[in-house]
C-alpha cells in the first residue's frame, strides 16, 4: 500500500490534470468558430441530393497529384516523381503505370516536394524546393531542364503554348512570393508588376490556389484566407476581380511574430480557411467551401463535401453542389474536364459527373 503522502500527491498531480483537461475543453468548446454561428450568406444548390461518385480509385498512399489529362486519358504523379499512372478514368478501365525520363540528381534531390503536369504529350515535374523544373516528352526523351534563382515556388502551370510556365515564386528581396512567368530555355523570365499585395511574410497569409484554364489561357488565384480572387492572363495583366459568396473580406492568417524574426515563416494558432482547393474549366470556377451558409443544414454541411461554382466571365455565383464524400475526407487536390469533376483525396481518387 502506497504511503498517505505519496497518495496526496497523486490525487493532486491527477487532479491538475483533470482540470487543465477540463479547461481546454472548455477553452475549444467556447472558442469562436466560423462554422458555429452565423456568416451572412446563403447558398443556392443546383440538386437535391449529394452527387455520387461513378468510379473510386484506392491511392494506396502512391497516388500524390493529378497531373492532367490529354485526349481524355488522365495522368496522376504518384511518390515515384519518374512514375505516373493514367487511365480513361471509366468504370472498369485499366491503370496503366509508366515512366518518364528523369535525372537521377533531380530524383535525388527533391524527394516528395514536386508534383507533375502533363500538357500536349510532355510531362513537367516541378521541383520547388530545388527550385528547377523538368520536361519530358512520351516520345522525346532528351527533354529540357531549368534551375532558377534562389527561393522555392508554390504553383506552376505551363501554358498552353508548352514552352513558358507560370510561377508563384518567393522573392528574397521582397520577403513575399510573386508571379513570374519563365520558359526552361532560359531566354525569358517576366516578374509581375503590382498583381500581389505584398506583406513581406512569405507570401503566407496571401497563400491560395492558382488555376489555369486551358480553354481560354486564363489564369485565376483564390485565395484561401480571405473571399478574393482574381483572373489574370499569360502577360500578367490583370482581367478581373471577384469574391466568393461568403462575407471574410480580410485574410483570417495571422504570422507568428517571434519566428518571422528568425526569417521563419509560420502562422500563428489554427489556421481560419475560408476557401478549400479549386479549379478552372470552361470559365466555371469550382471552389471547395470551408464555411457554413445560413440556410446549410448544418449536420448535411458536416458529414458531406460542398463545392461552389462561379462564372468568371461575370464574377457570378452560379450555385453549388453537394459530394456523396465524407466531409472528414482530406481533399488535396479538383480537377475539371468536360463533364468530369475529379477529387484527389487521401484515400481515393473520385470521379463524379456533374452538368454546369
Do not use: W
Request: aromatic share 12%; glycine share 6%.
Amino acid at each position: 500500500m502506497l504511503p498517505t503522502t505519496m497518495r496526496k500527491r497523486i490525487y493532486y498531480l491527477s487532479s491538475l490534470l483533470l482540470a487543465a483537461f477540463l479547461i481546454i475543453a472548455t477553452l475549444v468548446y467556447t472558442a469562436p468558430s466560423p462554422n458555429k454561428q452565423a456568416n451572412g450568406f446563403r447558398r443556392q444548390y443546383l440538386q437535391t441530393t449529394p452527387l455520387t461518385p461513378y468510379i473510386t480509385i484506392p491511392t494506396h498512399d502512391e497516388i500524390l497529384d493529378i497531373a492532367g489529362v490529354d485526349d481524355s486519358t488522365f495522368y496522376f504523379s504518384t511518390t515515384d516523381p519518374a512514375t505516373l499512372l493514367s487511365t480513361s478514368l471509366k468504370p472498369g478501365a485499366h491503370i496503366d503505370t509508366f515512366q518518364i525520363s528523369l535525372r537521377q540528381s533531380l530524383k535525388d534531390s527533391m524527394g516528395t516536394y514536386f508534383f507533375t503536369e502533363v500538357n500536349n504529350n510532355d510531362f513537367f515535374v516541378y521541383g520547388y524546393n530545388i527550385p528547377a523544373i523538368s520536361r519530358t516528352g512520351a516520345k522525346d526523351t532528351s527533354g529540357a531542364y531549368a534551375t532558377f534563382t534562389a527561393g522555392g515556388f508554390s504553383q506552376a502551370h505551363v501554358l498552353r503554348d508548352g514552352k513558358h510556365i507560370m510561377l508563384r515564386k518567393l522573392d528574397l528581396k521582397e520577403k513575399d512570393q510573386l508571379f513570374m512567368r519563365v520558359s526552361l530555355d532560359g531566354d525569358s523570365a517576366l516578374t509581375e508588376n503590382g498583381l500581389s499585395a505584398l506583406h513581406r511574410d512569405g507570401g503566407m497569409s496571401t497563400d491560395g490556389s492558382l488555376n489555369y484554364d486551358r480553354t481560354t489561357g486564363l489564369f485565376t488565384y483564390v485565395h484561401y484566407y480571405s473571399n478574393r480572387y482574381f483572373t489574370f492572363d499569360s502577360a500578367m495583366h490583370l482581367i478581373s476581380e471577384g469574391a466568393t459568396i461568403d462575407t471574410f473580406t480580410v485574410s483570417r492568417f495571422s504570422i507568428s511574430t517571434t519566428m518571422a524574426n528568425k526569417n521563419v515563416y509560420m502562422n500563428q494558432g489554427p489556421d481560419q480557411m475560408v476557401n478549400g482547393f479549386s479549379c478552372v474549366h470552361n470559365s466555371t470556377l469550382f471552389v471547395q467551401a470551408k464555411l457554413k451558409a445560413d440556410n446549410d443544414d448544418e449536420q448535411l454541411f458536416h458529414e458531406r463535401c460542398v463545392i461552389d461554382q462561379y462564372d468568371l466571365r461575370t464574377n457570378k455565383y452560379k450555385g453549388s453542389i453537394y459530394l456523396a464524400i465524407p466531409a472528414r475526407t482530406k481533399i488535396n487536390q479538383l480537377f475539371v474536364h468536360g463533364d468530369k469533376l475529379v477529387i484527389h483525396c487521401t484515400d481515393n481518387v473520385y470521379g463524379i459527373k456533374i452538368r454546369y
